[in-house]
């Protein structure tokens, strides 16, 4: 694969220049390649060096095992991402009900993939527009939901206030443009709007147990790994204010067997090193394998 690529001499999120390389971590679904990973010493965020910059990335996308796009079934881990889905769905419309008051509005689901949770809140009766980069995502899409989402230009032509609820599922690690993205997330929401946005947390037991083999790497494709405290200066340089953070408790357990995959492990150990990073999580919930921060203006 021919790319250019991006060496940051400067931290992604806060500017911060006291940076040094933690691990280095590969590929395993695409190009087997290796990628540095870096940490800030001052806002804690650990980011991807040598990163395919924005016009180079797609072929880092080109997978029939990337779930969020295909929409596979093949093999466990996958059949038993599908099988739980419909379980985070329904967690996921009452999480918004309860941090937004409504129980319909203007949703704007960034990066929706194949269009599970589009589809899924469309028809709880919300309004959804569903912006999605990968042209054969948004064909399963249409072809699995009759859902046409929209191409990533469209996140810039909405007027301003626009949205009472903007959700990222996993995104926001992906975006290179990581602060025009803010700015404008700030922007399309409504006075009393909430932002969502999940993220994996390295700072988890998993992350810490896995290391270099921590699925949730998954280098190149995300290019920021975020800490807890890197969130929250994200949030407040770009004048969100944050409310709170849930934890993705079935997360922890397709993370850790993915990571279990990549190590050559045992499938068996990952699911007690999924409980137990949960029930460190329950102590401290800033300690889940990966958290939804909700913001607002």
Request: charge should be positive; charged fraction near 20%; aromatic fraction near 14%.
């Amino acid at each position: 694969m021919e790319t250019q690529s991006i060496n940051y001499s400067s931290c992604p999120v806060c500017g911060g220049t006291a940076l040094n390389k933690v691990l280095v971590a590969t590929d395993y679904l695409v190009s087997e390649k290796e990628f540095e990973i870096w940490q800030c010493g001052q806002c804690t965020l650990r980011f991807t060096q040598q990163v395919p910059d924005e016009h180079s990335i797609a072929d880092y996308y080109k997978s029939g095992n990337y779930i969020s796009h295909s929409s596979t079934r093949k093999g466990l881990i996958n059949s038993l991402y599908h099988l739980v889905r419909n379980l985070t769905l329904a967690d996921k419309r009452r999480l918004i009900r309860s941090v937004s008051q409504r129980d319909k509005g203007q949703l704007l689901d960034i990066g929706a993939g194949a269009g599970a949770f589009a589809h899924y809140m469309q028809k709880s009766g919300w309004q959804v527009k569903g912006l999605e980069p990968d042209e054969e995502a948004r064909k399963n899409a249409a072809a699995l939901y009759q859902l046409e989402l929209l191409k990533p230009d469209a996140f810039f032509q909405f007027p301003e206030n626009s949205f009472d609820v903007i959700t990222m599922w996993h995104v926001l690690e992906h975006v290179h443009d990581l602060h025009t993205y803010m700015a404008q997330l700030r922007k399309l929401l409504k006075p009393n709007g909430k932002i969502l946005i999940a993220v994996p947390n390295y700072t988890s037991f998993d992350g810490d147990y896995y290391k270099r083999f921590w699925a949730a790497y998954d280098v190149p494709r995300h290019l920021y790994h975020f800490s807890p405290e890197s969130m929250y200066q994200l949030l407040d340089l770009h004048q969100l204010s944050f409310h709170t953070a849930r934890g993705m408790f079935y997360d922890g357990f397709y993370i850790s067997m993915l990571s279990e995959k990549y190590k050559k492990g045992n499938i068996v150990r990952s699911i007690f090193v999924a409980l137990l990073s949960n029930l460190k999580a329950f102590v401290d919930k800033e300690k889940f394998s990966s958290l939804i921060y909700i913001a607002g203006k």
